[in-house]
């Protein structure tokens, strides 16, 4: 292809747009180095089709005052409506899944049914009340039956469906009530396709060679339903099923197969990390006597992919990092965690005071995601070699 023609092809932004829409996330990056004038085309691009906000407004009528909202509660969007805004690709029938903390999932649920401006209403599942304030505070019991299924999730406390009042097209937003941190939950679904994460500050992916470079899912859940793995494989995803299966999905080369087997954070190298347009967007301020934070606490997270003999599958290995001086909840890789847990011991000392005089008040406690953040950071950097 000729500079020229080229050139005209970036200067047209329908003509752009067609093939950019066609090429996979790699491709769109490497035109993007080509010249100066491809980097501010395809920047152009990202900023139009990358909107979070008009991907949003499909759901909520008002999606900056929705990520507001994640902000202060640390509400995480996965699942199939994560990969679809990564992916540039729609499904008509999809629900709209938000991983929620157990003592916001009724500041989250009010906020869907008087602030969406859908006219949602929440709907029961099965053995649920009929009166929303009580379901949030109880905990389901799934019969095991397989109606359950559908709904029973590893790692939920508990779910609640609000639907809109569209009776032609409903849609669907699921509250999703973690047990402990929202990852953690996500990493408990059947594979890797719906292991993206949307927050208030970025959206992430874990795996996005394998997801929108190679097309391909690795099954991580033994239980894996087969009819769940084909809406995928319907959807143009090659399902890789069981350790061999990897191996041969990278041609056989040991090198690259045990890449994928390491220790890993949401922001690694290995992670794409789509930054979101913070216009109107309020950084979490969790309480007076805490410094208003500024970076995403979802990005701390981190964990390990290991390897499962017994199985012949992959596994996600990770320890919890559940502090009551910490806001938010993490996971991190079990190497990590003695390290972390000296540090955040050693930062409650002095606090425990004064949280016994104010039992009740939140507001004036100090909490330490920041000191978190920075003693994750300082973990990964690398360390200079000691000659000897």
Same mark, same amino acid.
């Given at each position: 292809m000729s500079s020229s023609l080229f050139a005209d092809i970036l200067d047209r932004q329908l003509v752009l747009d067609i093939l950019l829409d066609y090429a996979t996330p790699a491709t769109i990056f490497c035109v993007s180095r080509t010249c100066w004038t491809a980097r501010r085309a395809v920047q152009d691009y990202t900023r139009r089709t990358f909107n979070i906000n008009t991907h949003l407004r499909r759901f909520f009528t008002n999606p900056i005052s929705f990520r507001c909202l994640q902000a202060r509660t640390g509400t995480v969007i996965s699942g199939s409506n994560a990969l679809q805004f990564l992916d540039r690709s729609f499904y008509s029938d999809s629900d709209l899944d938000l991983y929620v903390y157990p003592h916001h999932a009724i500041d989250v649920g009010n906020w869907v049914m008087k602030h969406g401006?859908?006219?949602?209403?929440?709907?029961?599942?099965?053995?649920?009340?009929?009166?929303?304030?009580?379901?949030?505070?109880?905990?389901?019991?799934?019969?095991?039956?397989?109606?359950?299924?559908?709904?029973?999730?590893?790692?939920?406390?508990?779910?609640?469906?609000?639907?809109?009042?569209?009776?032609?097209?409903?849609?669907t937003v699921q509250i999703i009530v973690t047990e402990e941190a929202p990852l953690e939950t996500i990493f408990k679904f059947h594979s890797t396709v719906?292991?993206?994460?949307?927050?208030?500050?970025?959206?992430?992916?874990?795996f996005p060679n394998l997801t929108f470079e190679?097309?391909?899912? !690795?099954?991580?859940?033994?239980?894996?339903?087969?009819? !769940?793995?084909?809406?995928?494989?319907?959807?143009?995803?090659?399902?890789?099923?069981?350790?061999?299966?990897?191996?041969a999905k990278y041609r056989g080369k040991k090198s690259r197969y045990m890449a994928f087997f390491r220790d890993r954070h949401m922001d690694d190298k290995l992670s794409w990390v789509l930054p979101l347009n913070m216009d109107g967007i309020e950084w979490p301020t969790v309480s007076r006597n805490t410094?208003?934070?500024?970076?995403?606490?979802?990005?701390?997270?981190?964990?390990?992919?290991?390897?499962?003999?017994?199985?012949?599958?992959?596994?996600?290995?990770?320890?919890?990092?559940?502090?009551?001086?910490?806001?938010?909840r993490y996971i991190c890789p079990v190497g990590f965690f003695p390290a972390i847990f000296r540090n955040l011991h050693e930062l409650r000392i002095g606090e425990d005071e004064k949280r016994r005089r104010h039992p009740d008040n939140r507001a004036v406690w100090t909490w330490y995601d920041y000191a978190l953040y920075n003693h994750v950071k300082e973990l990964l950097k690398p360390r200079a070699r000691i000659r000897s």
């Open positions: 401006g859908m006219e949602y209403t929440f709907k029961p599942i099965l053995n649920q009340h009929a009166e929303f304030r009580v379901a949030a505070l109880a905990r389901p019991e799934w019969s095991g039956d397989e109606e359950d299924e559908d709904y029973k999730m590893e790692g939920a406390r508990n779910l609640l469906n609000f639907v809109s009042a569209d009776k032609a097209k409903p849609l719906v292991m993206n994460a949307i927050t208030f500050r970025a959206a992430y992916s874990p190679k097309r391909a899912s !690795v099954v991580i859940r033994r239980s894996a339903l087969e009819f !769940v793995l084909d809406k995928y494989r319907n959807r143009g995803y090659e399902i890789l099923n069981g350790l061999p299966a990897i191996f410094p208003q934070l500024a970076f995403d606490p979802f990005a701390v997270n981190g964990w390990t992919v290991c390897e499962d003999d017994d199985y012949e599958m992959p596994a996600f290995s990770h320890a919890v990092v559940h502090q009551d001086t910490l806001t938010f």
